[in-house]
């Protein structure tokens, strides 16, 4: 694989429907734990499937097994999450960026955990988001563009270390050099009025999140 393919990794954790779509020949696809039964459902193959599939039946875990060409199953009792494997099973191999699905949950303890893996491919320099039907998530530790987009309304800038220094234009709310503190939520429903929105996290790390209501 080369820096031009995307990884699309679907988690076990809430998966809605616009998560099958939009999908291009050549995206590698990774079905987590029982997220490749929910592909398969879709007639969606993964290339790759991953977890202790704890949460498939045994019917479910041979018609994986039939279905998908590599299936690469771990012991329950581990030090890692489905995702964070498949979160490294991505990074190792250069991809031109990581989008997930399904890292949202109703599991608070998986959610923050899904978002702290994103660290993974920020350090390779790789593009990664997480998302579901109504927001996409990243971090990032230097400069961005977020082109407008009428779908997501909101754009919010979080820290995510205990301090960032950040400046923002082509927003409503725009800043400079701006130091913003964990635990405020200054940075929380500014909006894109430019063409494109233009971050640059000049220390620390933050968590960038487009909406919608």
Known sequence: MSRRTRYIIYANGVLPETGAEGLKPDDFIIGVDGAAAWLLDRKITPSVAIGDFDSVSGDGMKRITAAVGSVLRYPQEKDYTDLELAVRYAVAADPAEIIIWGGFGTRADHTLSAVTTLEIPLRRGIPASMRDDRNILMLADGYLTIADDPVYRYLSVIPYTRRISVTLSGVKY????????????????NEITARQARITVHSGKAVIIRSRD
């Open 174 to 189: 725009p800043v400079r050099r701006r130091t913003m503190m964990r635990g405020l939520s200054v940075g929380v429903s």
